[in-house]
Structure formats: C-alpha cells, structure tokens
Nanobody, 126 residues
Framework: QVQLVESGGGLVQAGGSLRLSCAAS????????MGWFRQAAGKEREFVAA????????LYVDSVKGRFTISRDNAKNTVYLQMNSLKPEDTAVYYC???????????????????WGQGTQVTVSS
C-alpha cells in the first residue's frame, strides 16, 4: 500500500516562504518521477512542478518559475517543494504524487500519476 503524506503547509504573508515535504512509504519511489499539484477553491487542480527519479530533470508551471524549487532525497523517500516569494494567488491545497511509469521523467498531466497524498493547505495573505 503506497502512502504519500504532505506536510509543511500553513499561513504566510505575501513575500514569505514555505517548504513542503512529501514522505512516501509502502513502495520505493526512488526510481520514479514525482510531482506537485495544487487546487485552489473553486478551481481545477493544476500542475506545479515535477522531478525525475534522479533529479536531473525538473519541470515547472510558468507561474512559479524562479520562485519554487522541487527537490528530492531518495534515501529519505521524500520530495520537497521550496516556495519563495509567495503570492496570494499561490493559495491552494498542495498535493504530491508519484508516477510509477519508469519511462516518464516528470509529467505535467495529472492522469500520469498513480498515487496521491491527502494534501496540505497553503494560505498566502496579502
């Protein structure tokens, strides 16, 4: 049974920073791509960032480029999302996900991902 648990969300003022973590258990994820998505109230879930299994390739949505950084520690079965210069429009529930297709190296389509965490709330006040 694969389990992904996000943490690190919270309330922060605009311009502040948060670091999200996603700890995986139940199955190794070190050879598979991981992604972060978010869903704001009343909106569809959107892609935020993805990282290949060896962290050589990363992918970001344009709105977070230069502000967010995805990384992973395979020894700890954990993927991170460092979020800097946060804006009110970053407010959302953030989800991590794992893509168990070994041919994928980080995708932006949520249908590519096989397992999801329960999400962590990020609220950015203006």
């Amino acid at each position: 049974q694969v389990q992904l648990v996000e943490s690190g969300g919270g309330l922060v003022q605009a311009g502040g920073s948060l670091r999200l973590s996603c700890a995986a258990s139940g199955r190794t994820f070190s050879h598979y791509a991981m992604g972060w998505f978010r869903q704001a109230a009343g909106k569809e879930r959107e892609f935020v960032a993805a990282v290949s299994w060896g962290a050589r390739r990363t992918l970001y949505v344009d709105s977070v480029k230069g502000r967010f950084t995805i990384s992973r520690d395979n020894a700890k079965n954990t993927v991170y999302l460092q979020m800097n210069s946060l804006k009110p429009e970053d407010t959302a529930v953030y989800y991590c996900a794992v893509d168990y297709d070994p041919l994928n190296i980080g995708q932006s389509r949520d249908v590519e991902y096989d397992y999801w965490g329960q999400g962590t709330q990020v609220t950015v006040s203006s």
